[in-house]
């Protein structure tokens, strides 16, 4: 049985930083794509980043610069560093593992965390 549990969310102010962490219980994180996706309401959930199995990692162009992503394969942990954080940036943050490689769509992403609010005041 595959699990992900994210942590890390909360209410910051603008330009402040959270980090999220996501631990992965049955998949080994090394071997998959990992992404972080976000849904801000009313909105569809939208691709921020991922890491592949190579260690090669991508961004959004909205986070680019900004947020960084990373794996501890000792830990089976995927985290998102996320910096100069902008109201724009709130939203429910979830991380998934792919079942598609090398995509950033969510639908070729098959396990999914509950996701972790990040709130970014103004």
């Known amino acids: 049985q595959v699990q992900l549990v994210e942590s890390g969310g909360g209410l910051v102010q603008a330009g402040g930083s959270l980090r999220l962490s996501c631990a992965v219980s049955?998949?080994?994180?090394?071997?998959?794509?990992m992404g972080w996706f976000r849904q801000a309401p009313g909105k569809e959930r939208e691709f921020v980043a991922r890491?592949?199995?190579?260690?090669?990692?991508y961004y959004a162009d909205s986070v680019k610069g900004r947020f960084t992503i990373s794996r501890d394969n000792a830990k089976n942990t995927v985290a998102l560093q996320m910096n100069s954080l902008k109201p724009e940036d709130t939203a429910v943050y979830y991380c998934?593992?792919?079942?598609?490689?090398?995509?950033?769509?969510?639908?070729?992403?098959?396990?999914w965390g509950q996701g972790t609010q990040v709130t970014v005041s103004s």
């Open positions: 998934a593992t792919a079942r598609v490689p090398g995509s950033r769509n969510p639908d070729d992403y098959e396990f």
């Open positions: 049955g998949r080994t994180v090394s071997l998959y794509d």
């Open positions: 890491i592949r199995s190579s260690g090669s990692v």
